[in-house]
């Protein structure tokens, strides 16, 4: 009985690199498994729209809305990034249990993997979105146009990339254990600068130029331009460039990890 000789080369790359429909089903089932983070990122943020949105002064105008609305929208960044971030960042709990390496021995092309990954955060990104939105919408208070809610629902989904490729560039960084470690915190506190939970003119001057360079700042004003009516163009300076430098980061240390094989 002869034995046939595989040649490697003959091997056929997947259409897309390896990019389909199961791969991407199989990620989001993975994230939707981690439950104390989707309850996390998804309660959290609620529980602060009630606390900073219920206020008496929820009714004051803000733009073309109310203030409830204004803090609606931070809310629903702020879970938003969080999970996209928690999502980017299990790259790093991969690289702990080694699938990291089992996929590059496959024809898997990397970039085909960081797209699924973008995918699933964006997935779970919309998902901490539309909680927050039913939760303010079935409460009443937040008022504005329906067309003005629609597009602060989509510029904040679009916004929350920016921390997907920070998770990302974490998750390469530091080991596993530890990521979330740090983009919990780290995430909370550019909240705070970035005017999410307090507004910046409640800060001191020095706090205010501090939070205009911070990464937070510039996505929280693009996600409220809609209901602000109001957007300076150094904060679309900020975001543009703190996402390429998110993006850069990733791009790199996968580089380099991915050149250990």
Same mark, same amino acid.
């Given at each position: ?15 897309? #690199? ?20 989707? &309850? ?17 002064? #929820? ?11 204004? =803090? ?6 702020? #879970? #938003?990034?969080? &999970? ?44 901490? &979105? ?27 989904? =679009? ?20 990521? /979330? ?72 240390? /996968? ?7």
């Amino acid at each position: 009985m002869s034995s046939a000789t595989i040649d490697p080369t003959s091997r056929r790359v997947p259409p897309l #690199g390896g990019f389909n429909r199961t791969i991407l089903a199989i990620e989001l089932r993975r994230m939707m498994r981690n439950r104390r983070t989707i &309850i996390f990122t998804l309660v959290f943020p609620t529980a602060m729209f009630f606390v900073f949105g219920s206020g008496a002064g #929820g009714d004051e105008r803000v733009g073309v809305g109310n203030v409830a609305a204004y =803090v609606m929208v931070s809310m629903a960044l702020y #879970g #938003g990034a969080l &999970i996209a971030a928690s999502g980017g960042a299990m790259v790093a709990v991969e690289r702990a249990l080694g699938w990291s390496r089992q996929l590059r021995l496959t024809p898997l092309n990397p970039l085909a993997y960081i797209l699924v990954k973008a995918l699933v955060a964006l997935a779970m990104a919309a998902l901490a &979105i539309a909680v927050v939105n039913l939760v303010g919408a079935f409460r009443g208070q937040p008022d504005m146009p329906t067309a003005t809610w629609l597009e602060c629902i989509v510029t904040t989904l =679009v916004c929350t990339m920016s921390f997907a490729a920070l998770g990302v560039f974490v998750g390469y960084l530091v080991p596993g254990e530890n990521t /979330m470690q740090i983009l919990g915190p780290g995430l909370a506190l550019l909240s705070f600068l970035g005017g999410l939970f307090i507004p910046l003119s409640q800060y001191s001057p020095l706090i205010r130029d501090i939070a205009y360079w911070t990464p937070m700042y510039g996505v929280a004003e693009v996600a409220r331009a809609p209901l602000t009516r109001d957007l300076p163009w150094f904060a679309i300076v900020n975001a543009v460039v703190w996402f390429a430098i998110f993006v850069l980061g990733a791009a790199w240390r /996968m580089s380099k990890d991915t050149a250990r094989v």
